[in-house]
DNA sequence: ATTACTATCTCACGAGTAC
DNA sequence: TGTACTCGTGAGATAGTAA
């Protein structure tokens, strides 16, 4: 949208903060060359430009010039920086998965009722989960990639265990709202499955819950801590 | 700073907005084209070129693309929106003006000291001035053009009037500080100084309170109202 | 329908330099 | 010192087109 050439706004931008906006501030175009990475030529072009432009005024005492910045540059500026404000904001903070629902294969229920495991959910997400995982077939190849980058992200850890005769892989437990149910994705150090399809627990049935069954499509919702901006 | 190119700016933000922060949002390059205002050939470039510089990642389903954004990526882009943002937070929100105190030609202060005018300055400024303006000769032409610039900025109005045999003009007032005193820096519709020359009233003797005399040197900062960038 | 290659063109930049 | 010309080079854009 911005009418304003791209390669002006540092110009610009170091003309604001040189205090320019309401005042005219000398400047050297060399300096200003500098501050913007670029030659003498480039600045001295860049300020000449600008005013062409109406985004600044030029005011030449001798060999030197003032400058000052416009009603109309300081406007641009405000453009361009709340279109950067808002596409920064409108990041939704969570990864979203896309699948099927599949009948699961009664293992992973199996596992997550173990005591090793069940006394970390309590504690750690705050309620034994309901005996079973909702397992989903994930729809699309991003969806398989996003489920490996969950790595960045923050998880709940619950460790491994042994019960003398075997041991038992770590879960991390993500957060999540299936179709709006509260529940947590999990992933398993040790999964009989393939990359395509996650497993999720509830304190409830999900599937009774959100009136779910087998090939129900479903929307997984993994919030993520957005990185602040600043 | 940013090593982000300049025209990639645009694309990226696109792309926030679209929300591919956090998920691969599948996209043609026409359509970003369309919105970045671009062929649809550059479009494809950039996301090449931001795919190679880390800022994002593609991924190809058959002939179409879908895009996630970067930690990087989501870090440059939040790194130039600072700069953008403190270079429009630097901004002081006053004119100043610089130059010397001159010998008031006692004019002034004859006009200033009519009722007409006092009984204005008592509603509008809050006081009658102290009877004699301050003239203060202006160093350069960059103070003279502010002086002129003037006019875009709100005032507080004094209205002429006339007293039978004659009319007398408007005044236009602006709060200002002189060397940190308070005063109100005044436009006159008719005036018999040059351009150079501006007219300052204060509730107390400026120059007593100041000490000032003159040849003194002084700076005025009339405060103006920041735009608000949003 | 897509993406992205190749060729071409424009214009932003820097070097040299006039003032 | 300064600014800002001209000119040569190359990056970035588009058109046409292959896959």
Redesign the pocket.
């Known amino acids: 949208m911005p009418e304003l050439?791209l390669?002006h706004i540092l110009t610009l931008a170091e003309l604001f903060a040189k205090g320019a906006r309401y005042n005219y501030i000398p400047?050297?175009?060399?300096?200003l060359?500098q501050s913007i990475?670029?030659?003498?030529?480039?600045a001295?072009?860049?300020?000449?430009?600008l005013e062409a432009d109406g985004y600044i005024e030029?005011l030449?005492t001798g060999?030197?010039?003032s400058i000052r910045i416009t009603t109309k540059g300081h406007a641009e500026m405000s453009k361009i920086f709340s279109v950067l404000k808002s596409s920064l904001e409108t990041s939704l903070p969570y990864v979203e998965f896309r699948g099927t629902i599949i009948s699961g294969m009664g293992e992973g229920a199996y596992y997550m009722s173990m005591k090793g495991y069940t006394k970390q959910f309590k504690s750690k997400l705050g309620y034994v989960p309901f005996p079973g995982t909702l397992n989903v077939k994930l729809k699309d190849k991003e969806f398989i990639e996003a489920k490996r980058s969950l790595d960045a992200h923050p998880a709940i850890m619950v460790t491994g265990f042994s019960d003398g005769k075997r041991t038992y892989g770590w879960v991390k437990c993500y957060p999540a709202r299936v179709n709006n149910v509260d529940a947590a994705l999990i992933l398993l150090e040790r999964t009989h499955h393939d990359d395509s399809i996650i497993e999720l627990v509830s304190k409830e049935n999900i599937k009774k819950l959100a009136k779910l069954s087998t090939g129900s499509q479903v929307t997984i919702r993994v919030n993520v801590k957005p990185k602040l901006s600043q």
């Open positions: 050439k390669q400047i050297t175009t060399s300096s060359g990475h670029k030659s003498q030529q480039a001295s072009k860049h300020l000449l430009e030029r030449r060999p030197k010039v």
